[in-house]
T-cell receptor, first 113, second 114 residues
Framework: NAGVMQNPRHLVRRRGQEARLRCSPM?????VYWYRQLPEEGLKFMVY????????ESGMPKERFSAEFPKEGPSILRIQQVVRGDSAAYFC???????????FGPGTRLTVL | GQQVMQIPQYQHVQEGEDFTTYCNSS?????IQWYKQRPGGHPVFLIQ?????EVKKQKRLTFQFGEAKKNSSLHITATQTTDVGTYFC??????????????FGQGTILTVHP
C-alpha cells in the first residue's frame, strides 16, 4: 500500500511565478491536509479538504494561495506570484476519517529565488 | 485560537541519558497525538492518547496525557542515536466541522551525542 505521495520533491521558482504542489493521499483516504514548515519551526496548518470540498482554509493566506481536491486526481496547492517568504517545506497529510492518525507525505521543498 | 506549546525547544543529551519533552494546550483536548520528524524527513505518527491520565509505553518511550487533558509528556529512557529528531505534539481543533485539523506544538529538537 503506497504511502502519501507528493511531487515535486523540490521546486525552484523565481519571484512572480506560480508554484503547483501535488499530493496523492493514501488509498482509501478521503481527508487531506496541507501544512507549511519553516526551518526549525513547527507545522502550521493551512487547509483541510475532503473530496471536492474545502472543510477549513483558516490557515491559508487569503491572497495568492488556493487548494483543491477534485473528484479524480491529486490534491493541488497553488501559490500564485510567489515571493521569497513563500520558501518553505509544504507537507500534505491524509487520513481515512476526521479523527486519528494523519499520514504525511515526504513534502515539497519550495525555494523562491 | 487554540495554542499548543512545547518545552524545551532544544535538548542535547549523551547517549544513554533520559529525555523528556512537555506539551501544554490552551484548551482541553479530546486527544493528543505525538509525531517524530527525522532531520530532512517528514513527520511520522507515534501515538494517540485519548483518556484523562492515560499512560502508554512503546519500548523505551512513555507517553502521558494529563488529568485535565491539557498537557502531555513524552519520556525516552536511555536515549540512542536513532532517537535523534524533532518530536511534536499535536491536538485537534476544539470542535466544529474542522475536527480533523491539528494544531502542532513548535517541537523539541533532540540531539544525542554518542
Amino acid at each position: 500500500n503506497a504511502g502519501v505521495m507528493q511531487n515535486p520533491r523540490h521546486l525552484v521558482r523565481r519571484r512572480g511565478q506560480e508554484a503547483r504542489l501535488r499530493c496523492s493521499p493514501m488509498k482509501g483516504h478521503s481527508h487531506v491536509y496541507w501544512y507549511r514548515q519553516l526551518p526549525e519551526e513547527g507545522l502550521k496548518f493551512m487547509v483541510y479538504l475532503q473530496k471536492e470540498n474545502i472543510i477549513d482554509e483558516s490557515g491559508m493566506p487569503k491572497e495568492r494561495f488556493s487548494a483543491e481536491f477534485p473528484k479524480e486526481g491529486p490534491s493541488i496547492l497553488r501559490i500564485q506570484q510567489v515571493v521569497r517568504g513563500d520558501s518553505a517545506a509544504y507537507f500534505c497529510a491524509s487520513s481515512p476519517g476526521r479523527v486519528g492518525e494523519q499520514f504525511f507525505g515526504p513534502g515539497t521543498r519550495l525555494t523562491v529565488l | 485560537g487554540q495554542q499548543v506549546m512545547q518545552i524545551p525547544q532544544y535538548q542535547h543529551v549523551q547517549e544513554g541519558e533520559d529525555f523528556t519533552t512537555y506539551c501544554n494546550s490552551s484548551t482541553t483536548l479530546s486527544n493528543i497525538q505525538w509525531y517524530k520528524q527525522r532531520p530532512g524527513g517528514h513527520p511520522v505518527f507515534l501515538i494517540q492518547l485519548v483518556k484523562s491520565g492515560e499512560v502508554k509505553k512503546q519500548k523505551r518511550l512513555t507517553f502521558q496525557f494529563g488529568e485535565a487533558k491539557k498537557n502531555s509528556s513524552l519520556h525516552i529512557t536511555a536515549t540512542q542515536t536513532t532517537d535523534v529528531g524533532t518530536y511534536f505534539c499535536a491536538g485537534p481543533d476544539a470542535g466544529g466541522t474542522s475536527y480533523g485539523k491539528l494544531t502542532f506544538g513548535q517541537g523539541t529538537i533532540l540531539t544525542v551525542h554518542p
